[in-house]
């Protein structure tokens, strides 16, 4: 590695080498050979002639394009674009350098944009398979949480004051159920995306329509032809140069509304940790804090949403490309292309495989759950002992009241002399409610107070949950590694 340049951190620090390697040079280049590859199939076997009539393109020359889509000569590449300043037809030169039985036909009635722009959209198509399969196995370990810990009766908290119970797991649905939103997003994304094809420099495909002597349904057929060879259903029916920058626009809001999702995940464990409810995996040799030896710092989940802030600013790039381009097409968009794509991909990946990480290794305290949750308690309880009263002959109006003035009493106990919450101390003096102490403390058992949380949980880990994971079966299996 080289100290004395800059170095990305999503290369050094974040990104998986799966995701890396779908961005890397190798990975742009290999492709870009093989829809060359594909183009020149195509023609041939739409029957393109020369002047005389005879094949264009013969299986010799296929055959020795297919042997070299792998070895890039970069040397030989790298020193060309310096004379001629154009990355693609420096890789043509290059390629055909390797083939030269076959450089003749190399990009043959094809502009820039049939390499760039189709090995465009099939990494990002790459790049969404791989995001899909680390969000299902996120998925996958939130189930498991949220199933192990399905009764666990906590704090619910709006305006992050105390608020009703819920339980552990149900609050873990609420993130499972973001997720879900997202896989839908990545899944119609990806059966939506389509490849440019081969539609000549102001998209009319006016140079095939020269190559195929007039004949309009071989241009159609083409199109076809090759997206099929490339693994795609369709081309875009009409393009200028380039396929519309919207199709950016559209995939990085999908890793943009992951990001959102992650980062509100993080923030709840954050706010967890802060309480020692729940704490994200500590190594043993972990250091928190330069300072404080003592220190716990949620420091993955800061990192999710660091990361995470990143992709969702970073979604405004593509929109605001789209929206600035000019007619049938600007070259404007291309160095804000380069970086603002295959970085949005790379800081995701390194999202999902933290938030994988941190799932995986939750540490619950179930013990300061609870004496949290019944510090609270009582005052949650108020109206259930209040109609427990009121079946006892007591008026509702009066017990209302009094159970107001007796919860600010407590309250202020509880905050102005720090005392313990003696609620049912207060109420248990009180004459106007028939119940002891005892009586009471017996009715404050939390699981009377989470409503359907539990079996919220089971409906909706067996009803939504896991037909998708059933259905995704085979990402399963995945763990993730992180750098630092």
């Not at 993080?266 to 706010?271: Q, T």
């Not at 250091?287 to 030896?293: D, P, Q, T």
């Not at 004496?371 to 009263?389: C, V």
């Not at 248990?428 to 989470?450: G, H, I, Q």
Request: glycine share 6%; charged share 25%; hydrophobic share 40%.
């Amino acid at each position: 590695m080289a100290t004395d340049i800059y170095s990305s951190p999503l290369s050094e620090r974040y990104a998986s080498k799966e995701m890396q390697y779908i961005f890397s040079q190798d990975m742009k280049f290999k492709t870009w050979r093989k829809l060359w590859i594909a183009l020149a199939e195509t023609e041939k076997e739409l029957g393109l002639t020369d002047a005389q009539g005879n094949p264009r393109i013969t299986d010799e020359q296929l055959d020795e394009l297919r042997a070299h889509v792998d070895d890039i000569n970069y040397d030989v590449a790298k020193a060309r674009e310096k004379e001629v300043r154009h990355d693609v037809m420096s890789h043509v030169y290059a390629y055909g350098k390797q083939c030269p039985n076959a450089a003749g036909i190399i990009h043959l009635g094809a502009t820039s944009c049939y390499v760039g722009d189709n090995t465009d959209v099939i990494l990002m198509r790459e790049g969404l398979e791989l995001v899909r399969k680390k969000l299902v196995n996120v998925i996958d370990e939130l189930a498991s949480f949220a199933t192990r810990y399905k009764d666990l009766p906590t704090l619910a908290f709006t305006h992050f004051q105390p608020a009703q119970p819920t339980t552990v797991g149900k609050r873990a649905t609420l993130w499972i159920q973001e997720l879900l939103m997202d896989l839908e997003d990545v899944e119609y994304v990806l059966g939506s995306l389509k490849l440019l094809g081969s539609k000549g420099t102001t998209g009319t495909q006016a140079s095939f329509l020269e190559l195929f002597d007039g004949d309009k349904e071989k241009c159609i057929e083409a199109d076809k032809m090759i997206a099929k060879k490339m693994g795609f259903e369709a081309c875009f029916a009409v393009s200028g140069q380039t396929y519309s920058r919207k199709l950016d626009t559209r995939v990085v809001n999908v890793l943009a509304g992951i990001a959102a999702s992650a980062h509100k995940f993080s923030n709840d464990i954050r706010l967890l940790q802060h309480l020692k409810e729940i704490e994200e995996p500590f190594e043993k040799s972990q250091i928190g804090s330069s300072a404080m030896a003592y220190k716990r710092n949620p420091m993955r989940s800061e990192r999710i949403a660091s990361l995470s802030r990143y992709v969702m600013i970073d979604a405004l790039n593509p929109a605001i490309t789209s929206a600035t381009q000019w007619f049938e097409r600007t070259l404007d968009d291309s160095a804000n292309k380069r970086l603002s794509v295959a970085e949005a991909f790379l800081a995701t990946d390194g999202i999902l495989d933290l938030y994988m990480n941190v799932v995986d290794g939750l540490v619950v305290y179930e013990k300061v759950i609870t004496k949290h949750l019944m510090a609270e308690l009582p005052f949650m309880a108020t109206e259930n002992i209040m109609m427990d009263a009121v079946k006892a002959g007591g008026d509702r109006q009066v017990l209302h009241e009094k159970i107001r003035e007796l919860s600010m009493k407590a309250g202020t106990n509880v905050k102005e002399r720090g005392l313990d919450n003696n609620l049912l101390e207060l109420i248990a003096e009180d004459d106007d409610f028939p119940m002891t102490l005892d009586e009471l403390k017996a009715s404050m058992n939390p699981a009377r107070y989470v409503g359907r949380a539990p079996s919220q949980v089971e409906e909706f880990i067996v009803g939504v949950v896991r037909p998708v994971l059933e259905k995704n079966k085979d990402l399963l299996g995945l763990t993730a590694e992180i750098n630092v």
